[in-house]
């Protein structure tokens, strides 16, 4: 029965995937959407056996490789890590496909977008139930090409295509990162299971080896490419340039992929590696560096944005940001922990962002106005997951933001004062931009270039919503209190993840504790009086080259394109140039006038002259005569 | 008795060698006639007078003749010797001289080992003429292979006829079928005359 | 005299028909530029082959080669006709037997 986790979701995709023309959409539906919510309630009662009762599941289902010294079965592993990463993924993962029933009702396509989505839930069950690195590879990559097929699922938007493509591309730099880490992982260890690998890394914790002429930690160099693969898959900074062009998908696809579960892989790999990254304390610094840059970088960008979803997408990458940071901190539970709550408020956002754009058709906030008459219940539910990220008590997202900046101002490192620091003024940049979207959405005149009045959302779109901001409202203190989360070691998490020295020791002052909500309620006030007047269209003025900077996203992508995409546009024309005139006229060109012109010239050779023909004839007739005399006579 | 087969050799070898120098295409037939003749006469010799008179018959009466019949109808330029086959024809000859050669080195050695051939089937009898023994062998032993050939003499009948036969322009032949196979529609078509108007201006068919 | 004028063995009548086959094919490689020419050449080959045939006959008593003689006969005849039938057609087609204007075969 648990192995129905993975299997519903994946029969459900193929069955309406191959049957795409044939099914109806009501009917496409009910095959994905009852699979995954099959597969939620199961999970729900695996996180009472798992994650309550303490027991940990490892169901073998079929052996995969075994060649060479490398092993590697499709296994179903459930600790407290997974089991609560199965919560998150099936629970969002079935609000989002009920969803996307009211939200893609005018759309024709529905059965292969609904397969496309169970597609991407089985493979970030397998990500997440993997006990290998080979199946949790599987996984990475699926979930990359699904997130691939659902950016481009309006193919026929040029920009759907580009965006689907950057996206496939960038997640792919990072996975060229990971299988290296792989391979290093083998080559040293040996196996690619994580219960041997767990076991074996105190052993390999001092090796160093040579590489490019300079000596490093092997669990080093393995945790650096292992972080990279992350940095791809969550969108860290360097590697985040594919985030918002990605929202170009559909609103339930951003909800889904770009919030809560696929960008949270790297996470989850991060918490499940925790035994090998405890011991390369280099790398934890670096982890803490790349998150709290990623987090106040993007922050800062999402206040200038004027789209809806990218403001979103910005404010994903900026709350994972916080993530790698609680991990790099080595309170994996804290990143965890944030991430759970996160996946609640960040998809409720979305979705509510979703019904807006159903209701206007519009994205740009700087065209729509007033909605706060219209849509009650949206407006409610966007404050509820607004105030969520800002991290105001008792909402959810206080208590793990607190916990991640408690533990950066504790850590007493460098690397952790400069984290602290990044935290606070990150959010104060939430607060900022939340408020901006709820003043230009809802508050403010209305907008006259919407013509039609905008209608609130339909039951079936506004039921996954509440209960997803009821997520947010109450899953924070549910973990805190009555799942123990925040505990290291003896709390909820007991060996799934590793803290090699457990440095919290002393308890935080009251100052640090409220600093997070006075600074998240400045921001709100302030950004709710720049915002409803012209203060803010003000300073921009006033600060033109530093807000055209912000605006252009600091001109990440201006940036690569120079450096990578016009060196590769060049060599790859040389390059065809090369396989045309080179290569191509080596092989069969050549080939072609090779035999064209002896052939033309061999044919001459039938002259059509009777007499030459019985002189070949003749002659052929009597050397193999004069053959067979010489060999048997002579 | 060996005269006559050096006498009867020789004239064949000349006759031979008449029938492929000559410039007179009729005399060229008529060189190969000779030639026939004189191998009818070996034939003889050799105590296989059924297959001489059978040569003589089939060869000199059928297809000599058939070949004079052609020469004479088509009209044969007398041909030059063509200079320009020069180097055909040296390679030609060393051809033939090498050819003859290997015959002649191939007959030496194989005839002289004196191998005998051990199946004896058929045996030619003294007491039995040179027809009556082909005719008891040839009915009866070989009669598949007779009746092939006979399939292959139709075979070159049919042929000849079909490679020759021309379809001449301008003569009316019957179809007797066609003429049984006539309909009313296609033969007869009822008009009806108007009154005070005539037969003029009627469309017929 | 007695060495030359010696008993006539199955080698003479053998060498004999080797002569004659390569006459033929001096004729047929030496032509003069007929295909009448050639057509009479290839005669004389199965001419010599049948020799060959009743001297191994006569000389082994054995019947089988005369049956091929016969045989030999039959076949020659036919490609004689068939040969002539082509001629008589293509001198209809082209107006000529010359050799070298016969190559319709060119390719």
């Not at chain 1, 990475?140 to 997130?147: F, T």
């Not at chain 1, 092989?587 to 030459?612: D, E, Q, R």
């Not at chain 3, 002569?19 to 032509?31: A, D, H, P, T, Y």
């Amino acid at each position: 029965m648990i192995l129905a986790i993975i299997f519903f979701p994946l029969i459900a995709s193929i069955i309406t995937g191959l049957c795409n023309k044939i099914l109806s959409i009501k009917i496409a539906s009910i095959i994905c959407t009852t699979s995954v919510v099959i597969s939620a309630l199961i999970s729900a009662f695996v996180f009472y056996r798992v994650g309550i009762c303490g027991e940990v599941i490892h169901i073998k289902i079929i052996e995969w490789l075994n060649v060479g010294g490398i092993h590697a079965d499709f296994a179903m592993y459930i600790d407290q890590l997974t089991s609560i990463m199965l919560i998150t993924v099936t629970f969002i993962s079935s609000a989002v496909h009920i969803y996307s029933v009211g939200y893609m009702c005018d759309d024709e396509n529905v059965p292969r977008f609904m397969s496309f989505l169970s597609l991407f839930t089985t493979f970030m069950l397998l990500l997440v139930t993997s006990d290998n690195f080979l199946q949790l590879f599987f996984g990475w990559e699926g979930v990359g090409l699904c997130s691939y097929l659902l950016i481009g699922f309006w193919y026929k938007k040029d920009s759907a295509n580009f965006a689907s493509i950057k996206a496939f591309v960038v997640n792919r730099v990072g996975d060229l990162a990971f299988i290296v880490g792989i391979i290093f992982i083998y080559s040293y260890f040996g196996s690619l299971e994580f219960a041997y690998i767990f076991g074996k890394v105190p052993a390999l914790a001092e090796q160093k080896t040579q590489v490019f002429g300079h000596n490093f930690y092997v669990i080093e160099i393995i945790c650096f490419l292992l972080f990279i693969g992350c940095m791809g898959k969550s969108a860290q900074i360097g590697l985040h340039v594919w985030l918002p062009d990605a929202m170009e998908g559909p609103t339930p696809v951003s909800a889904l992929i770009h919030a809560a579960t696929m960008v949270t892989a790297g996470i989850f790999l991060l918490a499940r590696c925790s035994y090998l990254f405890e011991y390369a304390a280099s790398i934890l610094g670096f982890i803490i560096i790349i998150g709290s840059i990623t987090c106040l970088f993007s922050a800062v960008i999402a206040i200038t944005q004027n789209d809806i979803k990218r403001i979103i997408a910005y404010s994903t990458c900026s709350q994972l940001g916080y993530m790698f940071l609680a991990c790099g901190l080595s309170t994996y539970e804290a990143g965890i922990f944030h991430l759970y709550t996160h996946a609640y408020f960040k998809a409720a956002l979305f979705l509510a962002a979703g019904s807006v754009i159903h209701a206007t058709h519009e994205q740009d906030i700087t065209k729509i106005g007033g909605l706060r008459k219209f849509m009650p219940i949206t407006y409610v539910l966007f404050w509820i997951g607004s105030l969520a990220i800002m991290g105001i008590f008792p909402f959810s997202g206080y208590f793990s933001k607190d916990l991640i900046l408690s533990s950066a101002y504790l850590s007493g490192t460098f690397a952790g004062d400069f984290a602290y620091k990044c935290g606070i003024m990150a959010a104060f940049c939430t607060a900022i931009y939340s408020v901006k979207i709820i003043v230009k959405v809802f508050h403010g005149k209305q907008s006259e270039k919407i013509h039609h009045i905008p209608k609130e959302s339909p039951i079936i779109m506004n039921v996954p919503l509440i209960f997803l901001a009821a997520g947010s409202i109450f899953a924070g203190l549910i973990g805190k209190n009555i799942l123990d989360i925040t505990t290291p070691i003896t709390g909820f998490f007991k060996a799934s993840v590793f803290t090699k020295e457990f440095k919290l020791g002393s308890h935080t002052p009251f100052s640090v504790e409220i600093m997070p909500t006075i600074v998240a309620i400045t921001g709100m006030l302030i950004g709710y009086i720049a915002f409803s007047t012209n203060i803010s269209s003000t300073i921009s003025k006033l600060f033109r080259p530093l807000y055209k900077l912000i605006t252009n996203k600091f001109y990440f992508d201006e940036i690569y394109n120079y450096i990578f995409i016009k060196q590769n546009d060049q060599l790859s024309q040389k390059m065809n140039f090369i396989d045309n005139k080179v290569i191509d006229f080596c092989g069969p060109v050549i080939v072609t006038i090779i035999s064209y012109n002896s052939a033309k010239k061999i044919s001459s050779i039938h002259n059509g002259l009777i007499n030459f023909y019985a002189f070949t004839i003749a002659i052929g007739t009597v050397a193999s005569l004069s053959i067979l005399v010489y060999k048997y006579v002579l | 008795m060996a005269i006559f087969f050096y006498l009867f050799s020789s004239l064949m070898i000349l006759s031979s060698i008449g029938v492929i120098t000559s410039r007179n295409p009729v005399y060229c037939v008529l060189w190969l006639i000779f030639t026939f003749l004189n191998s009818s006469a070996i034939f003889i010799q050799l105590g296989a007078e059924f297959i001489a008179m059978t040569i003589i018959i089939v060869y000199v009466g059928a297809v000599a003749v058939l070949f004079l019949f052609v020469v004479m109808m088509l009209n044969i330029n007398l041909a030059e010797i063509k200079s320009q086959l020069l180097g055909n024809r040296i390679v030609g000859a060393c051809l033939m001289f090498v050819l003859i050669i290997d015959f002649i080195l191939i007959v030496k050695s194989a005839l002289s080992s004196n191998s005998t051939i051990s199946i004896f089937h058929n045996q030619a009898s003294g007491k039995l003429s040179n027809t009556h023994s082909i005719g008891a062998i040839l009915y009866t032993d070989y009669i598949i292979v007779f009746q092939l050939s006979g399939l292959v003499l139709l075979l070159a009948m049919v042929g000849c006829i079909v490679l020759t036969v021309r379809k001449r322009e301008g003569v009316e032949k019957q179809n007797a079928h066609k003429q049984i196979a006539r309909t009313i529609e296609e033969s007869i078509e009822i008009i009806k005359v108007k009154t005070r108007v005539g037969v003029n201006g009627i469309n017929y068919k | 005299m007695e060495s030359i004028i010696s008993n006539v063995t199955l080698e003479h009548y053998v060498i004999l028909s080797c002569c004659l086959f390569s006459i033929g094919m001096c004729g047929l490689l030496l032509n003069k530029g007929n295909v009448i020419n050639i057509l009479m050449s290839i005669e004389l080959m199965l001419l010599a082959a049948n020799i060959n045939f009743v001297a191994f006959s006569s000389y082994y008593n054995e019947l089988t080669g005369q049956i091929a003689s016969i045989i030999i006969l039959a076949i020659a005849a036919a490609e004689a006709a068939i040969g002539l039938a082509i001629i008589v057609n293509f001198y209809r087609a082209c107006g000529t037997i010359s050799i070298e204007k016969i190559n319709k075969l060119k390719g």
